[in-house]
């Protein structure tokens, strides 16, 4: 009697491609943590009960074996694409359609991660003391908040741009010429991109001032974002669309 095959979710369309995202943005780095984050998005899939669901969560050390690293990074994403109709949003299956991979735009400290998470859980602690009954410290999701919260290392900073428009392109694009800001990597997204520069070196201090000044004007399109903010992986899928690198944005 033959196996039966079952059909699973397809997050990855080109695993080179994926590869060579890492690369190209984690491979320097050494001892330092990043988080994957699957979500569902309304704006991919109407039936949602929320704009955005999240879906599960990895985190990745990366130690000082590179290719353990690359590997290890391909496995994590890979244990995300489990048999169809498994994710879910109020007992009703979420298509793949609906699906997004997102990794820390920066990686971060473990240390400072535990250091926050002592912080907090002693913040709980103290609280009740002489109160009746223990607190919940919830240590996994505590440790998880604090390294986004005081772990990011401030090596990137991103701009979220919503428009493939070239007229609205076109004075990002202006600024960045005249302010002498090279794009470090581009990831072009379902509605527009993701802009990655590296503070300090590819946007200068007196240049964040009017980046911001241009988002405030363009909010409609363009947002500066956090050092703990996502990023797209390119060589998967966003909702139905493939992110790539595009080498040709500035």
């Known amino acids: 009697m033959p196996i039966e095959t079952k059909r699973c979710y397809q997050l990855i369309y080109d695993e080179g491609t994926l590869r060579g995202f890492f690369q190209l943005h984690f491979y320097a780095f050494n001892n330092v943590i990043i988080i994957l984050t699957l979500v569902a998005r309304r704006k991919y899939y109407a039936q949602l009960s929320n704009s955005t669901v999240k879906l599960g969560r990895e985190l990745i050390y990366l130690g000082d074996d590179r290719q353990a690293n690359e590997d290890n990074f391909i496995k994590k994403v890979k244990k995300f694409q489990i048999e169809d109709g498994f994710y879910e949003d109020k007992g009703k299956s979420i298509t793949a359609e ?7 735009l920066n990686p971060m400290s473990e240390l400072k991660g535990y250091f926050g998470l002592q912080k907090e859980s002693l913040r709980k602690i103290e609280e009740i003391i002489g109160k009746v009954g223990l607190p919940s410290l919830k240590v996994i999701s505590t440790f998880k908040s604090q390294l986004h919260k005081c772990g990011s290392h401030k090596t990137y900073l991103k701009l979220d741009i919503d428009t493939k428009d ?3 392109l076109l004075k990002l694009k202006e600024l960045m010429k005249m302010e002498k800001m090279r794009c470090y990597l581009c990831l072009e997204t379902h509605h527009g991109y993701h802009l990655v520069m590296r503070n300090g070196l590819d946007v200068q201090d007196q240049s964040y001032s ?3 000044e241009l988002a405030r004007g363009e909010k409609d399109w363009l947002t500066v974002e956090p050092a703990n903010s996502l990023l ?3 060589g998967t899928y966003q909702g139905d669309f493939p992110v790539k690198i595009n080498y040709s944005f500035d």
């Open 98 to 104: 609906g699906l997004v991979l997102y990794v820390s």
């Open 166 to 168: 070239p007229i609205k």
């Open 210 to 212: 009017k980046l911001y």
């Open 232 to 234: 797209a992986l390119a």
